[in-house]
């Protein structure tokens, strides 16, 4: 089969055409590829950045943004041949503390689609059965691929709780746009969206942000000092921006939420006693999606009309990898997707 495989430490990826097509173990099922989406963390992969020495060991398929349709199942595998599936990147082990609580998405041996598991950027993949979201065939196959990274979002908005309540989204990237989104139709009061790219902020509008703001050299400033706004009950920031976070915090009311599901690459130094605990301020971190409730939640907010397509960019075909890659790297509008057959 073809697939997109990283084969040795260092830049790059490449397209081979010679994989083996992988057989389902006795708890998963195998799925047939039709569409993925691509992110920063494939970037990170591709570059062979720090954060991708340290969680890949190659050859590895790259992927984990994944829609397909099941094509066989394992021997004690739940799952109907020709359901259009989404696929659940963060594998969850079963048997660690965390898992035995019920938190799946903390695993303590998480395995990882397309980092430290052979992924989706491929004809076919394999993965266990309660990593498989069923989703109706009126879903288009790119709608399907973003169901993952919607869920990175909706698990966002669900740890900020932001019904009734007026909140900002730091940066516009598509976790962000979708963040915006998801809180708009849960049901935040006020949604204000911050970048630095006009491009993003128009996209922002679209996803349903009342007021965009450009920060601009101004990522650590009080947003109320940019612009004339209440102060705030939640943040939740989607940038990787260290000084957003600390403009976030500052924007908060007293008793308020920041949640982080963007991922700074540098250390953010504060001072503890002013900006948190005197405020008495709630940090929030993400990891992935809660199994099964925020893929219920998800689903429940595209039937009620969560319009994706503001998020979406260019479609390419699997030969033009590089080209995929290069679209994130020159900041082209939305995320691009693969169309593989
Ligand atoms: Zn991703
Ligand atoms: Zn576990």
């Not at 969206?193 to 942000?209: C, F, N």
Request: aromatic content about 4%; hydrophobic content about 40%; proline content about 6%.
């Amino acid at each position: 089969m073809r697939g997109i495989i990283k084969e040795n430490p260092g830049q790059g990826a490449r397209l081979v055409d010679d994989l083996p097509i992988p057989s389902p173990a006795e708890h998963e099922v195998l799925v047939k590829v039709t569409d993925a989406a691509v992110c920063a963390t494939d970037r990170h992969i591709y570059e062979w950045t720090t954060w991708a020495r340290k969680r890949v060991t190659p050859p590895c398929i790259l992927g984990h943004e994944v829609a397909g349709v099941i094509e066989g199942i394992g021997k004690d595998a739940k799952g109907t041949v020709g359901q259009k599936v989404a696929l659940e990147s963060h594998i969850p082990c079963h048997s660690c503390n965390q898992c035995r609580r019920g938190n799946g998405h903390l695993c303590e041996n998480c395995g990882l689609l397309g980092v430290n598991r052979p992924g989706g950027f491929a004809q076919y993949v394999t993965i266990q059965d309660d990593c498989i979201f069923p989703l109706p065939d009126s879903f288009t196959g790119r709608q399907t691929a973003l169901m993952e990274p919607l869920g990175a979002a909706v698990h966002g908005v669900d740890r900020a709780q932001v019904q009734g309540k007026r909140i900002a989204v730091l940066g516009c990237g598509p976790i962000g746009l979708m963040t915006i989104g998801a809180a708009r139709l849960s049901g935040a009061s006020l949604v204000v969206a911050t970048d630095v790219i006009p491009s993003r902020l128009e996209r922002a509008k679209a996803m349903g942000a009342d007021i965009t703001l450009d920060v601009t050299d101004l990522h650590s400033k009080r947003l109320q000092e940019i612009r004339q706004l209440p102060e705030l009950d939640a943040v939740i920031n989607c940038s990787d921006s260290v000084e957003a976070i600390l403009g976030g915090l500052r924007s908060l009311r007293r008793g308020g939420t920041l949640v982080s599901t963007g991922l700074p690459q540098t250390t953010l130094t504060f001072d503890i006693s002013e900006e948190l605990l005197y405020r008495e301020l709630t940090l929030k971190g993400t990891s992935g999606r809660a199994l099964p409730q925020t893929w219920e939640h998800s689903l429940s907010l595209v039937k009620q009309g969560l319009d994706l397509a503001p998020v979406l960019g260019k479609e390419y075909p699997l030969s033009e990898f590089d080209q995929a890659i290069r679209h994130l790297v020159v900041g082209l509008p939305g995320k691009p997707t693969f169309h593989i057959d």
